[in-house]
């Protein structure tokens, strides 16, 4: 992409870290995007993932989507962990990790293109059918349901990048919509999803110096927008809260669908 060499505002010390190769309208449009979508997905519980991925697949390099978008998430969702700390579970998390992390391990020696459209339309039916079937068995929320769902999802995330509402709809029926839980424990569950993405992308020799700074003004914008977005939930009650979060899961899916449709 063309430089911004001739930018006034280029010189200035909050600028100086982003990627000099990016238009500095580009970069700002990217940290607004990441301040609404976490505010989004805050209030929501969902959402906000996948749309910051559609508007940086239309502006970053394809090299750098996934392993930049990973990061900014990261930080996102640590920062709504820490904001909802008194919500999450631990017996989530200390199943949920293990298995993240040898998802994210098993993906990383198949760093290929796997068949995206199939992807997508498999991903879409489980998203539906969490928001709108039968609720699952216990023995499928339970611990080793749980080691699953993080071990498939993790390994998926590589390649797709869009298995965040399928884990957000897993929670859901893990914690039967309770909003802050649901909204926490997704949260925490995505920032162990997210972590090993660092060190798989990294291994395979993307340079995320070059991005250090876009990321960090992202983060810093996400924190913004969790908080905000946050007080939006403590004024939205439980069946508001289950209603907007199965409607807004189920367009996403549909996306996914339509996606994989035309990638067929």
């Known amino acids: 992409m063309a430089g911004c060499g001739i930018c006034p505002f280029r010189g200035a010390l909050m600028f100086n870290l982003l990627p000099p190769d990016l238009e500095l309208s580009i970069s700002l449009l990217l940290i607004a995007c990441a301040g609404l979508t ?31 978008h990973g990061m900014v998430q990261l930080g996102s969702n640590l920062n709504r962990a ?38 997508q339309l498999i991903i879409a039916v489980f998203i539906l059918y969490l928001c709108w079937g039968p609720k699952l068995p216990a023995l ?17 995330s590589l390649f797709a990048g869009a298995t965040g ?19 926490a424990n997704f949260a925490a569950a995505m920032s162990l999803q997210h972590l090993p993405k660092a060190l798989v992308f990294g291994a395979a020799g993307f340079v995320f110096i070059d991005w250090l700074g876009l990321m960090l003004w992202m983060i810093l914008a996400g924190a913004l927008g969790t908080w905000l977005g946050l007080k939006v939930l403590r004024r939205m009650s439980h069946q508001g809260f289950n209603l907007a979060f199965n409607l807004l899961l189920s367009l996403l899916a549909l996306r996914l669908i339509w996606q994989g449709l035309t990638g067929l």
Request: overall charge positive.
């Open 140 to 156: 499928a929320l339970g611990q080793r349901g749980t080691f699953i769902a993080a071990l498939v999802t993790s390994f998926i």
């Open 82 to 119: 820490l904001m909802t700390l008194r919500d999450l579970d631990p017996k989530l998390l200390w199943v949920f990790a293990p298995g993240a992390f040898l998802g994210a391990w098993l993906g990383s020696l198949f760093l290929v293109q796997l068949p995206m459209a199939l992807l």
């Open 165 to 183: 509402p399928l884990v957000a709809a897993f929670v859901k029926q893990r914690y039967q919509g309770e909003k802050f839980r649901t909204v």
């Open 38 to 68: 976490s505010a989004i997905t805050a209030s929501v519980g969902v959402g906000g993932g996948v749309l910051l991925l559609a508007v940086m697949a239309l502006v970053l390099p394809p090299a750098a989507i996934i392993p930049v």
